[in-house]
């Protein structure tokens, strides 16, 4: 018996042949240092990134700037991916989160320096530019994140970046439930305490 | 009441369904919704606002042109640049998806719309089986399991049940399935809803063919049920039904 996927199917196939490497496959081979990988992880991830820098940081050109870091720092770093510990998208996307978080910084450095040379600037730059208190907290939590033990950071990455259930973090790592919950739960509770002590939300 | 412990507080706050005291208690308690505010609020600043579909951006074509000179790579241009944005547009919201996965499940909801139409076409000519050739020329067939009533809107459920005694197996299939962060389980009940065996669960496709045991009276469970199931290790019905009605077949 058959019924409506067995068409889409077919067309899968087809589009298939654009890219048969699965995201395991991708990711090891940009490991390995394939070249074509890099390129197919752009073709695959780019607009994710560059759309989530974008809306990070409400600028075009620093958003393109971000995309160009992390395709050349996941690169460059290759050697520190490791597949058997997650998907080469969950670990872009936690390079793009350090590097929005430190775009943001030198955002606000740059804004200080304008300030302490300019009075009548420092009044326009702070109307546009102030961070907010979500932006200064989601700094602080992406450096916190960055500080975890790794597999407190892996769990969370999965849970943040690609929305996976503590189920699915599972089955991704290997590693049992429970322990998947308990590193949620370590992780979670220290980015909270951070922010407590060096929030913006005071 | 002691407080909800940490572990139930930060799993709620990522997502995961509460068991019912948990959920009750950071309902009436103000230490406990506190803290559950605080570690959402961790979460949803590290999540960010969702990506709708069709929010993604390409990067203009210069930024993997800076990519390839700044690394030294041979220009690779084709296949980079053009079609960037037609790759995953879940965003951070599904498991990563490869482009053809993407789009093949894109395409499977135009499929499974034209299953729905194919099945009623199926239905009044008395065929089992229709053949539907879609716009992109690609042959399509089409069970005809029956339509099951949804109770939740955007959802479409179909079943029918195959094979001789001995043999029998139950397919259901649903479409416009709601996201959850449980699974979706299929039931037999009898028609006052009230005895209810548990078939199965469906894939991650919304399709289950499901054996069905020899010694089930199908004439006293002759209705079948989909339910959306909370991971909470409980096996009751969750009382949450998407789809129920009569199987075909």
Redesign the interface.
Same mark, same amino acid.
């Given at each position: 018996?058959?019924?409506?996927?067995?068409?889409?199917?077919?067309?899968?196939a087809t589009?298939?042949v654009?890219?048969t490497?699965?995201?395991e496959e991708l990711g090891q081979g940009f490991a390995d240092g394939d070249? !074509?990988c890099?390129?197919e992880a752009?073709?695959?991830?780019?607009?994710?990134?560059?759309?989530?820098a974008?809306?990070?940081l409400g600028d075009?050109e620093e958003?393109?700037d971000v995309?160009?870091q992390v395709?050349?720092g996941a690169?460059?770093g290759r050697k520190s991916y490791d597949p058997q510990r997650g998907?080469l998208?969950?670990w872009l996307?936690g390079i793009t989160?350090k590097k929005v978080a430190d775009a943001l910084i030198r955002r606000s450095r740059h804004q200080r320096d304008i300030e302490a040379v300019t009075v009548a600037g420092a009044a326009e730059v702070t109307r546009q530019d102030a961070p907010t208190d !979500?932006v200064v907290?989601?700094v602080v939590?992406?450096d916190e994140?960055d500080r975890l033990p790794q597999h407190q950071r892996t769990v969370?990455e999965m849970?943040?970046?690609?929305?996976?259930?503590?189920?699915?973090i599972a089955q991704r790592t290997g590693l049992p439930l429970g322990t998947v919950? !308990?590193n949620?739960?370590r992780g979670?509770?220290r980015?909270?305490k951070r922010?407590?002590v060096d929030g913006g939300?005071h | 009441m002691e407080h909800t412990d940490?572990?139930a507080l930060?799993?709620m706050?990522?997502?995961?369904n509460p068991s019912p005291p948990d959920e009750e208690h950071v309902r009436t308690c103000a230490h406990c919704a506190r803290e559950l505010d605080?570690?959402r609020?961790?979460?949803l600043?590290?999540?960010?606002?969702?990506?709708q579909e069709g929010?993604?951006?390409?990067?203009?074509a210069?930024?993997?042109d800076?990519?390839a000179s700044?690394?030294d790579?041979?220009h690779?241009h084709e296949?980079?640049g053009g =079609?960037?944005?037609e790759?995953?547009r879940t965003?951070?919201?599904?498991?990563?998806p490869?482009?053809?996965?993407t789009?093949?499940r894109r395409?499977?909801r135009?499929?499974?719309t034209?299953?729905a139409c194919?099945a009623l076409l199926g239905a009044a000519a008395g065929s089992t089986?229709t053949w539907?050739v879609?716009r992109?020329g690609?042959?399509?067939?089409?069970?005809d399991g029956r339509r099951l009533d949804s109770l939740q809107a955007n959802s479409a459920g179909y079943a029918?049940l =195959?094979g001789a005694s001995g043999h029998r197996t139950l397919?259901v299939?649903v479409k416009g399935l709601p996201r959850t962060?449980g699974y979706f389980e299929v039931w037999l009940m009898d028609r006052t809803h009230t005895k209810l065996v548990s078939m199965g669960v469906l894939d991650s496709?919304g399709?289950a063919t499901l054996p069905v045991p020899n010694n089930i009276d199908l004439r006293e469970y002759s209705v079948v049920d989909v339910s959306v199931q909370p991971?909470n290790g409980k096996p009751d019905h969750s009382g949450d039904s998407i789809v129920r009605g009569q199987y075909a077949g």
């Open positions: 018996m058959t019924t409506g996927w067995g068409g889409s199917q077919v067309l899968a589009v298939a654009m890219s490497r699965s995201d070249e !074509s890099l390129n752009y073709r695959r991830w780019g607009a994710l990134i560059f759309t989530v974008t809306k990070r075009t958003a393109k995309t160009q395709f050349v690169w460059r998907s998208k969950t996307m989160h !979500s907290d989601f939590l992406a994140l969370l849970a943040f970046y690609e929305d996976l259930t503590q189920a699915q919950k !308990s949620t739960r979670l509770m980015m909270k922010l407590e939300a | 940490e572990e930060a799993l706050a990522i997502g995961e605080a570690l609020h961790v979460v600043t590290m999540k960010g606002q969702p990506l929010e993604l951006l390409p990067p203009p210069d930024v993997w800076s990519i700044e690394l790579l041979p690779q296949g980079a =079609n960037v944005g790759q995953d965003g951070g919201q599904a498991p990563s490869t482009p053809a996965r789009r093949s395409l499977s135009l499929s499974v034209l299953a194919a089986i539907w879609t992109d690609t042959t399509v067939s089409v069970a029918r =195959n397919t299939t962060s496709k399709r991971y």
